[in-house]
């Protein structure tokens, strides 16, 4: 199971940025999908994530979390972006059945996307 983040980049502050994740391989079900970050010198914070059941948008504030359950994919909107928005992002899901089909709970993650909000 592979996780591909993108969208990351250098953004200016007030702007909006858009970040893609499709998980890829051998995907039984898929329990929840969301993002995180670690800013620099900071612990890693969950930004939002959002599970099976609860629609395919969810909105806090300037963070817009949507997913494609078709797709295997989920999406983070950041809009009016401040500088402490820099930050690694790390897309991540969450599974009961591992790619055997052994139940149980999985988390995989993907590579991490750098947003770098400049002021």
């Known amino acids: 199971v592979q996780l591909q983040a993108s969208g990351g980049g250098l953004v200016q502050a007030g702007g909006s940025l858009r970040l893609s994740c499709t998980a890829s391989?051998?995907?039984?079900?898929?329990?929840?999908m969301g993002w995180y970050r670690r800013a620099p010198g900071k612990q890693r914070e969950l930004v939002l994530d959002?599970?099976?059941?609860s629609g395919t948008e969810l909105v806090a504030g300037r963070f817009t979390i949507s997913r494609d359950y078709a797709k295997k994919s989920v999406y983070l909107q950041v809009d009016n972006l401040k500088a402490e928005d820099t930050a690694v992002y790390y897309c991540?899901?969450?599974?009961?059945?591992?790619?055997?089909?052994?139940?149980?709970?999985?988390?995989?993650w993907g590579q991490g996307t750098l947003v770098t909000v400049s002021s």
């Open positions: 391989g051998t995907i039984f079900s898929i329990d929840v």
């Open positions: 991540y899901m969450k599974t009961r059945y591992g790619p055997l089909g052994q139940v149980g709970m999985f988390e995989y």
């Open positions: 959002i599970p099976n059941g």
